[in-house]
Nanobody, 120 residues
Framework: QVRLVESGGGLVQPGGSLRLSCAAS????????MAWYREAPGKQRELVAT????????RYADSVKGRFTISRDNALNTVYLQMNSLKPDDTAVYYC?????????????WGQGTQVTVSS
């Protein structure tokens, strides 16, 4: 069984930084696309950033371009989201998502979420 576990959320002042991590575990053969989503109160879940397996291609929501950076360590099956110049509008629960092939099948998996609160 595959698990995605996020960490690194918390409370930060506007203009501050946080680094989120998401580690995948289980009988993993390959991890293809990895991504971060976020869901703010009263809003739909939105895609924040995506990174392909080779790490050579990344894509960002317009609202975070130039402030957030997604990266991954394939040896550790881990994806990161470095968030700089945080704004109150970035407050949300952040979820990790990954397209993973196990020894038995291929599927799409979600983490449990980590709360990010930007407030003075």
């Amino acid at each position: 069984q595959v698990r995605l576990v996020e960490s690194g959320g918390g409370l930060v002042q506007p203009g501050g930084s946080l680094r989120l991590s998401c580690a995948a575990s289980g009988r993993i053969s390959s991890i293809y696309v990895m991504a971060w989503y976020r869901e703010a109160p009263g809003k739909q879940r939105e895609l924040v950033a995506t990174i392909l397996g080779s790490s050579s291609f990344t894509r960002y929501a317009d609202s975070v371009k130039g402030r957030f950076t997604i990266s991954r360590d394939n040896a550790l099956n881990t994806v990161y989201l470095q968030m700089n110049s945080l704004k109150p509008d970035d407050t949300a629960v952040y979820y990790c998502n990954a397209d993973i092939r196990t020894t038995d099948s291929r599927g799409n998996y979600w983490g449990q979420g980590t709360q990010v609160t930007v407030s003075s």
